[in-house]
Structures are given as C-alpha cells and as structure tokens.
C-alpha cells in the first residue's frame, strides 16, 4: 500500500515555519472552509501547531519574528531599522520588527512588538531590491537605504560599505521624490569619498 502523505508531513516539506489560514487551504488542498478550520483545531489540539494571532499559525519552534512578520501582513517586507540592523548599515539593536506595507498597522505578540509603514502603491509593488528567502522578504542593503530615507527624512547610516551606488540611484527613482533622490545623491558622493 502506497504511503499517504499527512497534512504535517505536507507542511514540513513546504519549508515554511509560519503559515496563514490560506497557506494551509492551498498546502493540505481543502477548498472548504469548515473543513480547514475542524482540521486546524484538531493539530492544535495535539500541540502539532501553534496559534499566533488570528489566522495565523507557526509548526515546530525554530521560527522566527521575522517569520511571523511576514504572515501577519501577507503583503509587506522587512526593512526600515529591522533590516539596517542585519545588514549592518545601522549598529543600534531594535527589538521592534519594522517592515513596510500598504497599511500603517502595529501589532504586539507575545511582547514582540511589529510596526509596518505604509507606502504607495507604485513603490511597494517594484521588485527591485527585494530578496525573497521562501520564509520572508527583506529589502536589501540598497532598498533600505532607499525605504529608511523615504519613511525617516533624516536618517542615519553608521555604516555605507559594499553599497552599490548605481543600484541606489536605480532604486531611489521608484518613489518618485525630489527629496529622496537629493538625499540619496549626497550618500553616493560621501561613499565615493570613503573608497
């Protein structure tokens, strides 16, 4: 007899630690609402997964903020603080996972704290600059700089080495701002100054 494969076993190989309620609808292939959430309650039941907030729920327990981050808003990346912290542009430590979206919105789970900034359309929906690890997206060293300067008029960078200039400037004509472009320009002068 051929092995089935279970939902778990369906979720596991998925690769994701995080999921929503429509993760889980497309991953186990039940289209019937009532069906979904009886199966959702019976592995929450058996501790096989983890309520996180409404609608969305973790397997195992190597996720991460970031993981939930991106479930808690489908449609956001992480960046601003969050992502000049990892990529070492910014040395200060922020717990508050911040990430931009389509809606301003704060959330507070479990004491984690996640603030997402609200862009236009035209800017959030551009691909350049995003990486997307299968688990979340993250905007890259360029893209940051590019959201920080957007969102923050006067931020600052402890650390410019290893930008790519060209790319910056590409990614700074997206938003459409004077402002953000005269900003931009004056960081490319002080990195070509610094090399």
């Not at 979206?101 to 984690?112: A, E, F, N």
């Not at 900034?117 to 060293?141: C, P, W």
């Not at 938003?175 to 472009?181: D, F, M, P, S, T």
Request: hydrophobic share 35%; charged share 25%; proline share 2%.
């Amino acid at each position: 007899m051929e092995h089935q494969i279970t939902n778990i076993e369906r979720l596991v190989t998925s690769g994701k630690k995080v999921v929503t309620i429509e993760d889980l609808a497309v991953l186990w292939k039940i289209p019937e609402r009532r069906k979904l959430i009886e199966r959702i309650k019976y592995y929450l039941r058996e501790k096989r997964l983890l309520h996180i907030s409404k609608g969305v729920y973790a397997y195992g327990q190597d996720y991460t903020p970031l993981d939930i981050a991106q479930k808690l808003v489908p449609l956001s990346y992480i960046s601003l603080y969050t992502a000049s912290q990892m990529h070492g542009l910014t040395f200060q430590y922020y717990e508050t996972i911040y990430a931009i979206s389509l809606r301003s919105k704060t959330y507070t789970i479990d004491g984690q704290q996640y603030v997402y900034h609200k862009v236009k359309e035209t800017i959030f929906y551009s691909q350049l600059g995003l990486i997307d690890n299968g688990r979340y997206i993250m905007a890259d060293k360029e893209r940051t700089i590019c959201d920080c300067l957007y969102v923050f008029s006067s931020f600052y960078f402890d650390n410019l080495l290893g930008i790519d200039t060209e790319k910056l400037s590409l990614i700074s004509k997206i938003y459409g701002n004077k402002r953000l472009e005269k900003e931009v320009n004056k960081l490319i002068k002080i990195i070509h100054a610094q090399k």
